[in-house]
């Protein structure tokens, strides 16, 4: 998420002779110059800014921004004779001072220009003192030393006159290895001059109250690694040549200076937190959930779960309460992806092996979670009802029906086998070939209806089933550590967790990033992302979620809807694949550029973005463009002319 912070005041100073200073604060220009004629180095200006940082302090403490990182920037109005290679850097001002109210066109003299206060809080336009020790006054002869904090003093050598007052480059020692950076820069070659320079340093020890904000002056500087002031070789060189005038705050405009707080706000709103992988096939035995030894569903049912497959290799068993070899008749379940990837629903009967199969297999490979897949969840659901046929579902779409229905009249048994995750069960005991993760496993003692597994889906996004009725057993895999797996439904079967399998959380390989969410193909299907219910205008004081959905471009309609809409193509970008950018209409200016901090966040409606819009310039139109990457690697962009103002 992006914040914009303007400043409070700015200017810029010039560093001419000692009797001829030129110090200006009124301009709509802030301007970084060197002034050489042939190989003589007249002088040169820097920039001054101050930044009001009380909002973000109290963001801070309130916990709405989290981490943040904090970048100056500056945006080039005209330049002239810059050197193609060069460097600027920003230091933190050591004294406070007074905006200036000359402009150019009057050739101010230092009267009219930035005043710096003294130690006794008084002004005075030509004698000030760094404050805090003692109260001697030094002339302005002398305001260009660069400050060593360490000691307080004035370095009095080899500096011109004028320009202000910084901390040294060497930073502040300070007890525990807590030392304080006193610079940062930012290099050129070959590029825009506009100014993107990472100040986050310099900002936390203002907001932490380690250095009093007086702001930022910015000023050519040295290439040397070290940026040591003592060498000066950039500003007082005069092969080092350029004219870069920037917008000013007074300029009213787009493009005026800012500090841009950048943090990652990226949500997402699941209750499957978590997911816990069962280890390679055949590789790691006997890890498993161990649940139930009954039977939780009896003439019809549904067993659903989010899952992964991370071998293609043997059979792979998601859920099942199932003895292969069970020494007497039984009816029992197991839902599982087989030797070949497909995926598929079973009611198994019989002494034998295979004896009688009510097998729903999709004949559809599901993709291993690896390379380009990975992150890749599918949600499948089984459902049967003796006299009928079993099914099977795929991420909410009917995937396959078996040839043959269950006996009219009978039932599940309750058996030997318990109810197990990522094994099943034989001669009694579990048997786990594994090579899958699971998160939000759930049974209903209820044969589902196409538009109900649907609703489970939800688009992509695992949404809280506690309320859902003929729910008998419910697993979120909330936990994140532990040997206990809660059962949420009011049946509380908790699982036992045998042989540590491993839980994950944090990355694209788990629930709680968000990696559930649709694929989006590689450009074969034609997918629409548009903004829902975007308004015209919003008031400067909202922070408003702008929701961001994904359909089929030319809808089709189904006989049965769902809460999102009639297409059969409808659901959530998955975590990492969509952005958000924002630009000024009228003259096409980034605000928000695609990048880590302008990521998609999910809940249990749609995707969105949040903006806080005390930032932005009101009564200008504003454009939001998406980003989505499609399967394999290229981006899609959608530009529909989503726009809006901010009012006040």
């Known amino acids: 998420m992006y914040h914009f912070i303007y400043p409070s005041k700015d200017a810029y100073i010039y560093e001419l002779n000692t009797n001829d200073e030129k110090n200006f604060g009124g301009d709509d220009t802030l301007v970084l110059k060197k002034d050489i004629d042939g190989n003589t180095l007249n002088g040169v200006s820097r920039i001054l800014l101050k930044f009001d940082l009380t ?16 970048y100056l920037r500056l945006y080039e109005q005209k330049t002239s004779e810059l050197s193609p290679s060069y460097q600027l850097n920003a230091y933190a001002m050591s004294s406070s001072w007074d905006d200036g109210t000359g402009y150019i066109t009057q050739d101010p003299n230092n009267r009219d220009g930035v005043s710096w206060k003294r130690g006794d809080e008084s002004f005075d336009n030509t004698l000030w003192t760094v404050g805090g020790i003692g109260s001697t006054e030094f002339s302005m002869a002398s305001a260009s030393k660069p400050l060593d904090s360490l000691h307080l003093h004035l370095d009095t050598g080899s500096r011109k ?36 320079m990472n100040v986050t340093d310099i900002v ?6 380690t250095r009093q904000n007086e702001g930022f002056i910015i000023k050519w500087d040295s290439n040397d690694s070290s940026m040591n002031s003592t060498s000066q070789s950039q500003e007082d060189s005069s092969d080092y040549t350029g004219d870069i005038n920037f917008f000013s705050s007074n300029a009213n405009s787009i493009y005026s200076p800012k500090i841009e707080v950048r943090w990652d706000d990226v949500d997402i709103d699941s209750p499957n ?10 590789v790691d035995p006997d890890k498993y959930v161990e649940v139930v030894d009954k039977q939780l569903i009896s003439t019809e049912g549904t067993v659903a779960c989010w899952s992964q497959i991370t071998s293609s290799t ?19 379940w197991y839902l599982t992806a087989l030797n070949n990837d497909t995926p598929a629903f079973t009611i198994a009967s019989g002494s034998t092996h295979w004896n009688t199969n009510y097998h729903a297999n999709s004949g559809t490979p599901l993709s291993v979670s690896t390379g380009s897949n990975a992150g890749l969840w ?11 046929k079993t099914k099977l579902y795929i991420n909410g779409e009917l995937g396959a029906t078996a040839t043959t229905a269950l006996p009219s009249g009978d039932s599940l048994d309750d058996g030997t086998a318990k109810i197990l995750f990522g094994a099943y069960t034989q001669n009694g005991a579990s048997s786990t070939p594994a090579g899958i993760r699971l998160n939000g496993v759930s049974i209903f003692d209820k044969q589902l209806s196409s538009t109900e597994v649907n609703t489970l889906y939800n688009g992509g996004v695992p949404h809280d089933l506690s309320n859902e009725s003929n729910l008998v057993g419910y697993w979120k895999f909330n936990e994140g550590s532990g040997t206990d797996l809660a059962d949420s439904s009011t049946n509380n079967n908790t699982g036992s967790i045998k042989n540590s399998p491993t839980w994950i959380s944090g990355s ?18 034609d997918f629409y992302a548009f903004m829902r219910n975007l308004r015209e205008t919003y008031r400067e004081t909202e922070t408003p979620k702008f929701r961001v959905e994904v359909r089929e471009r030319y809808q089709t309609k189904r006989v049965f809807t769902t809460k999102k809409s009639s297409t059969i193509y409808d659901a959530n970008i998955r975590f990492n694949k969509g952005w958000y950018s924002i630009i000024d209409v009228e003259t096409g200016a980034i605000l928000i550029p695609f990048g880590d901090n302008s990521k998609l966040s999910q809940d249990t409606t749609s995707d969105y973005f949040k903006l806080n819009l005390n930032g932005f310039i009101t009564n200008r139109l504003y454009r939001i463009i998406l980003r989505l990457q499609l399967d394999d690697g290229r981006y899609r962009i959608f530009d529909d002319n989503f726009n809006f103002k901010v009012v006040s």
């Open 161 to 196: 006159a004028g320009g202000g007052v910084w901390y040294d480059e060497g930073g502040i020692n300070m007890p525990g290895g807590n030392d304080i950076a006193a610079v940062v820069s930012q290099s050129f070659s070959y590029e825009s001059p506009d100014v993107n």
């Open 508 to 525: 694209t390989d788990s629930p709680d990033s968000g990696s559930f969410g649709i694929s989006v193909g590689t450009g074969t299907k």
């Open 314 to 332: 043997g059979y792979r068993y998601f859920v099942s309460k199932w003895d292969n070899y069970a020494s007497d008749k039984q009816y029992e």
């Open 55 to 70: 909002d973000i302090s109290k963001s801070l403490s309130s916990g709405d921004i989290t981490n943040p990182s904090y």
């Open 378 to 388: 599918y949600h499948l659901v089984g459902t049967f009802k003796f006299g009928e």
């Open 273 to 282: 937190k978590y997911s816990i992988d069962f280890g390679t096939h055949n």
């Open 204 to 209: 936390n020890k203002w907001l932490d109250g």
